[in-house]
């Protein structure tokens, strides 16, 4: 898997703002084959990748043989990306040019690695509200810095978290701030699963 998703090439014009860092091709592969081994949450299941850049969780998603996957990104340059990098690897992906507010549930399983929120405040948590007003189960991809203040957040809104794995990601020097040609940033790999009904949940929908 890791191999495979190596060959996925990073965002082709990353954007400061957009805080557009690739995941590692080790780390989806972690995340992958843990939501779908060991909590059987991609195989059959309808995935989404949210804030999706060039794919690399949706495409492995559907590697995985999920039921059905779509990826949404606002950045159009990363998506076409992302439908390249579909079409060498012989899967299908519905991939979406987007906000990710312009989504709406149900969805079983939703992978994300959004934004740190280092650029726009809170862009995380954006992203988070998203992701569990559509998904069943959400996996997502947060700073460890940012633990305790997640954590209570979920708590406080009925929700359960359970940390997968703690690992470094490695940052490239892309951006005229870096001041490093690499660094690396502590992150929690965190699955969340709601306490709560989810019979509210509208039909799925892409505005």
């Not at 014009?13 to 991609?42: G, M, R, S, W």
């Amino acid at each position: 898997m890791a191999i495979a998703l190596q060959t996925v090439k990073p965002h082709p014009n990353p954007k400061v703002a957009l805080e557009q860092y690739t995941i590692p091709a080790d780390l989806a592969a972690d995340i992958l084959f843990t939501a779908c081994y060991i909590h059987n949450d991609v195989r059959g299941k309808r995935v989404l990748d949210l804030g999706t850049g060039t794919g690399r969780l949706a495409l492995g998603a559907s590697i995985l043989r999920a039921g059905y996957v779509v990826g949404v990104d606002v950045d159009a340059s990363s998506i076409e990306q992302a439908a390249i990098a579909a079409k060498s690897l012989r899967v299908h992906v519905d991939f979406v040019h987007g906000m990710v507010d312009t989504i709406h549930g149900p969805v079983d399983t939703v992978l994300m690695n959004p934004p740190f929120g280092t650029k726009k405040r809170h862009a995380d948590i954006e992203f988070l509200k998203t992701a569990l007003k559509v998904g069943r189960t959400v996996y997502s991809i947060h700073k460890s810095s940012t633990r305790e203040f997640l954590e209570r957040w979920l708590q406080k809104r009925g929700f359960n978290v359970e940390r997968l794995l703690v690992a470094e990601m490695e940052i490239p020097h892309q951006f005229s701030f870096h001041r490093k040609r690499r660094q690396t940033v502590s992150v929690d790999a965190i699955r969340i699963t709601r306490r709560r009904s989810c019979s509210e949940i509208r039909p799925y929908i892409v505005a």
